[in-house]
């Protein structure tokens, strides 16, 4: 596998700091685990299948560059030579699919580039180009335009960059265009005052007889062009500038574009998982599918002390539990491996839905927290379950400690409810207490620990079931609310719902490389 950017991973390094000292809550740490997923997807993991061949769409150009002892003229800021570079350079990335071929002349021509679109190749080629390395001072366009003729290319589109050649007749240099389909596009560098020509030395560059060289644009390239429907430019202000008059010239020729096999590596892009992953795991803590987190919790080793089977088991039950298949609910929570507060409160919840309310007890009295509210609401809903079993005393018990943890609408109301049950039990019968919940029992976020200082255990956070009276009490309720006229309308707690270039590898691969 390969990292395209691998230098974001370092951004890994301040998120690592932040996970060590992250809080204790859950949404803290499923955040930094969706920082740390985008981080890697932005970073661009791929599978590199290879080189692969594909076909695409360029032109061929053949730029041919004068590098002639002329070329060292400075008539052209900064010199002739290095303002055709740059040029050449611009051209380059205009041209970013077109199949370039790259020859240096002077005396004789010679093949720096074979014809390919990774066009870094050609820059390569001209920055390993040493001009104080050639020594020779004419040019011969007959020799060039005669290479040029023998590529195996059909249209060939050439760019001509030079200050002039020695030749003085044109017929030549006309028939070898003409004859082998030549389209030509002159960049005559140089001034007609012309410039005289520097050596390494200091000194100015002499003919045999001591006279200093004077170098002038040739004016046979002007006929050149003109002679076979070609295009004839001179520098601009700026090579960017020349690079655009190229790249029109070169539009407007009416050759087609070649379909050109290129072998390039080709990579299959991993980064739609981690970006997958982070969505995911945002909408869980943003929604209300904020109990899915407990298969996340096993997976990141959080305080969800349970296997990954126990976890898919534990997401059945509540699937069933939301579903009233109570009776599967209670089955799936009785074999799990590994016990937990949010299991436990989830398989008392399906008992007492089940009418099982000794049962339902006997779990809720078992279960053991350091959170308050986790405490308040076992409370709560073993005060139900004895009052659904009319054994008011105890339900009075219960409700009573849960309102000396905190305040509690309606435990307040179900207490009060069951002293005016026990009053009327003889005409009435038995009426249940109001739920605290009509859905499943509180969410994860409800019965998390508040701030209160104190340490909770690995098993503190509770289960997004219902371990309340539910709906049915309610209903039971609202029957005997003509009896009992001073009772106020009950307010449901709130149920809180926080869930969460490569640069181308691509090489061309050449069968004969230069």
């Known amino acids: ?44 993991p791929a599978l590199d299948k290879g080189p692969q061949e594909r076909k695409v769409d360029a032109k061929e150009i053949i730029i041919a560059l004068d590098v002639s002892y002329s070329m060292r003229a400075n008539d052209i800021e900064p010199n002739r030579y290095e303002f055709a570079v740059q040029t050449i350079e611009s051209l380059l990335k205009k041209n970013l699919s077109d199949n370039i071929t ?28 040493r001009l104080e390395n050639i020594l020779t001072h004419g040019t011969s366009l007959e020799k060039l335009l005669t290479k040029v003729s023998d590529l195996p290319i059909n249209d060939k589109n050439l760019i001509l960059i030079t200050d002039g050649g020695d030749e003085k007749d044109e017929l030549i240099l006309n028939s070898i265009i003409e004859d082998n389909a030549i389209h030509p596009i002159i960049l005559a560098m140089g001034t007609t005052s012309g410039s005289t020509i520097s050596k390494p030395d200091g000194s100015f560059l002499k003919d045999d007889e001591g006279n200093l060289v004077v170098s002038r644009i040739n004016p046979l390239l002007e006929v050149l062009s003109s002679q076979n429907s070609g295009t004839y430019m001179t520098p601009k202000s700026s090579p ?24 390039s ?17 945002f909408l869980l803590v943003h929604t209300r599918g904020v109990k899915y987190l407990l298969v996340l919790s096993s997976l ?17 039950a509540y699937h069933s539990y939301t579903q009233e298949d109570y009776n599967r609910s209670k089955e799936m929570l009785s074999h799990l491996s590994t016990k937990t507060l949010q299991s436990q409160v989830a398989l008392a919840n399906s008992y007492y839905k089940l009418g099982e309310y000794k049962q339902a007890i006997k779990i809720y009295t078992s279960i053991r927290s350091t959170s308050l509210h986790v405490k308040q609401m076992l409370f709560y809903n073993i ?13 009075r018990k219960y409700y009573t400690q849960a309102l000396q943890l905190g305040e509690d609408d309606d435990a307040s109301a179900n207490l009060a409810l069951i002293a005016l049950l026990q ?22 976020d409800q019965e998390q620990e508040q701030d209160d200082g104190k340490e909770t255990r690995s098993e503190d956070q509770p289960s997004s079931g219902s371990g309340s009276g539910g709906s049915e009490q309610k209903r039971k309720n609202k029957e005997k609310m003509k009896l009992i006229e001073d009772q106020q309308s009950k307010q449901e707690q709130p149920i809180s719902s926080k869930i969460y270039e490569m640069i181308n590898k691509g090489y061309i691969h050449e069968k004969q490389p230069w």
Do not use: C
Not at 3 to 10: G, K, N, S, T, V
Not at 30 to 44: E, K, Y
Not at 110 to 122: E, V
Not at 385 to 391: H, P, Q, R
């Open 300 to 316: 990141l080793g959080s305080q969800a002390q349970a296997s990954i089977f126990d976890v898919i088991t534990l997401d059945n």
């Open 383 to 395: 005060a139900n379950a004895y009052t659904k079993l009319e054994s008011y005393d105890k339900a």
């Open 1 to 44: 596998m390969s990292i395209l950017y691998p230098y974001l991973l370092w951004l890994l390094i301040p998120i690592g700091v932040l996970f060590y000292y992250r809080s204790k809550q859950i949404t803290d740490t499923i955040h930094l685990i969706i920082l740390t997923l985008l981080v890697i997807a932005l970073s661009r």
């Open 102 to 129: 790259l020859i240096a002349f002077t005396t004789n021509p010679l093949l720096l580039s074979p014809p390919t679109t990774d066009h870094q190749l050609i820059s390569l080629a001209l920055k390993s180009l």
């Open 423 to 444: 009053e009327k039990k003889a005409s009435l019968g038995i009426a249940h207490p109001q739920s605290q919940n009509n859905s499943s029992s509180k969410s994860e």
């Open 265 to 281: 590596h080709s990579y299959l892009e991993l980064y739609p998982i981690p970006l997958f992953l982070a969505l995911i795991l």
């Open 240 to 263: 960017e500038a020349t690079a655009n008059e190229l790249q029109d010239a070169l539009d407007t020729l009416n050759t087609e574009e070649q379909q050109i096999s290129k072998m």
